[in-house]
Each structure stands twice: as C-alpha cells, then as structure tokens.
C-alpha cells in the first residue's frame, strides 16, 4: 500500500522531527557561534599585535633615525672643534714662532751693542795708549808730562765714552 519512497519520506521527516526535538539545530547552531566567536577574537587579538608590532616598529624606526641624527650632529661637533683646536694650534704656534725670532733678533741686537761696545772700548784703550805714548816721546819734562798726560787722558776717555 505504502511504497518505500513513502516510507523512506517518513523516515526522513521523522528523523528531522527528531533532532529538533533533541535541539541539535540550535546546538550546532551555537557550537558554529562559539567556534565564529572563538575566531573573531583570534583576529581581534592578531589586529591588536599587528597593530602594536607597527607601533613598536614605528617606534624603533624613529629612535634609529634619532639615534643617526645625533651620531651625525656628534661627528660634525667633533669636526668643529677638531678645526677649531687645529686654528688654536697654528695661533699658538705661530704665536711662539714671533716670540722666539723677536727674542732672537734681541739676543743678535744686544751682542751686537756689546761688540760694539767692547770695540769701543778697546779702540779708546788703543787710543789712549797711543796718545801716551806720543805725548811721552815729546815731552822731556816729567812733572809737564804727567799733568798733560793725565788731562789728555781725561779728555779721550769722555770724547770715547
């Protein structure tokens, strides 16, 4: 009487009125919103770590561009003052140059006037012995020749010096 496609529609109808009456829809339903929950939250959590990873990575790129800037302002001062001490050098060196030729040029001009002097001096010495000498042959009295010798030796002595 039934044919077994009847009986086969029964069957299915009775099998899916089974599992609503034991709520297997609703609980597969809630495994599936469990499981989507479970993933919205993993992709949640990976944003959020994505998210910090370029933050930090923002971050350190910004210190290393800091940390150059700085290297490089460090070297250009070391630069400066590295020509700054060479000028101060120079000037000092030069500056000990000056003062070593003008104490030398001094030291030339004062053994200059001392040989000058000294030629001086012995040439007024040479002076005085020949005059004596030539007053001495003139004259024959003693007492006349030691007055005039002695004048005459002032009056060189004071034309000398």
């Not at 770590?49 to 990575?57: C, D, V």
């Not at 030069?94 to 053994?111: D, N």
């Not at 040989?115 to 024959?140: F, G, L, N, P, Q």
């Amino acid at each position: 009487m039934f044919s077994d496609t009847i009986w086969a529609f029964v069957g299915l109808i009775l099998f899916f009125a089974l599992l609503q009456w034991l709520k297997v829809p609703s609980k597969i339903g809630g495994a599936l919103d469990k499981q989507t929950d479970n993933i919205k939250s993993e992709l949640d959590e990976a944003r959020k770590l994505r998210e910090e990873a370029q933050h930090l990575l923002a971050e350190y790129q910004r210190k290393r561009t800091e940390a150059e800037a700085e290297a490089e302002q460090i070297v250009a001062d070391a630069k400066e003052e590295a020509e700054r001490l060479a000028v101060e050098a120079d000037a000092a060196l030069q500056e000990m140059i000056s003062r070593r030729t003008k104490a030398a040029e001094a030291k030339i001009a004062q053994a200059e006037a001392n040989a000058i002097a000294e030629v001086k001096a012995r040439a007024a010495e040479v002076a005085v012995e020949a005059a004596e000498e030539i007053i001495a042959s003139s004259m024959t009295n003693d007492e006349t020749r030691g007055k005039v010798l002695s004048e005459s030796i002032k009056q060189v002595s004071g034309r000398l010096n």
